[in-house]
């Protein structure tokens, strides 16, 4: 059973502040990694997508990948009271075949004006 | 450039209808995946379908449910004889494809399913 674990949170941060948000994941084989960001009675939108390991940026948002831990993280720099809601993380399967999508439960975010 | 659309947006049945729920992909995409979303749950992942072919269904129940995507219009997911656990946000995601890079998943808006 592939696991995708995450906080639930709330992680409460300051405006202005950087929020760290993490993510593990149980199959060692996964090769690509993506956080979606979810408001309240919205659907999953596509923040950013990472397949090797170290840091990568996109504005404000840096993903940061660790395989040897089976670990993922995003990075909100500047956070803004926009920023607030629930993060997701998604790890499809390794091998070919099918590549749906294991999701964690999410980590709400709440960024205090 | 029109994203994935999903129809209808809510959805409200009587125990023991059905339900259709229609997912259009974005342009260019042939690979739609069906997720749930329960009240206060995590999105599980149901079925993945290309054109005419059912790939994946390992996360769709045996029984009421089934999902199609014909050569032309939409992919359907349908359930038969609603139950009140059925009540849940039913989100449609399409990427171009599976290879690396061609994999990303873009989703719907959601279908809101109330069962009374």
């Known amino acids: 059973q592939k696991e995708v674990e995450q906080n639930s949170g709330p992680l409460s941060v300051p405006e202005g502040a950087i929020a760290s948000l993490n993510c593990t994941y149980s199959?060692?084989?996964?090769?690509?990694f993506f956080w979606y960001r979810q408001y309240s009675g919205k659907s999953p939108e596509l923040i950013m997508f990472?397949?090797?390991?170290g840091d990568k940026e996109d504005g404000r948002f840096t993903a940061q990948l660790n395989k040897a831990s089976q670990y993922v993280s995003l990075l909100i720099r500047d956070s803004q009271p926009s920023d607030s809601a629930t993060y997701l993380c998604a790890v499809p399967p390794f091998g070919a075949g099918s590549y749906q999508l294991t999701f964690g439960k999410g980590t709400k975010l709440s960024v205090i004006p | 450039n029109a994203g994935v659309m999903q129809n209808p947006r809510h959805l409200v049945r009587r125990r023991g209808q059905e339900a259709r729920l229609r997912c259009s992909p974005m342009k260019g995409h042939s690979h739609v995946y069906w997720y749930r979303q329960l009240p206060e749950e995590g999105l599980k992942f149901m079925v993945y379908l290309q054109k005419e072919n059912i790939i994946d269904e390992s996360g769709m129940p045996k029984e009421r449910f089934s999902a199609e995507f014909p050569k032309e219009g939409p992919s359907i997911l349908r359930i038969q004889q609603v139950v009140r656990g059925d009540s849940a946000a039913y989100f449609c995601?399409?990427?171009?494809?599976?290879?690396?890079?061609?994999?990303?998943?873009?989703f719907g808006p959601g279908t809101r399913l109330l069962v009374l």
């Open positions: 995601a399409s990427s171009p494809g599976r290879t690396v890079n061609q994999e990303t998943q873009y």
């Open positions: 199959d060692r084989g996964s090769q690509s």
């Open positions: 990472i397949y090797s390991n």
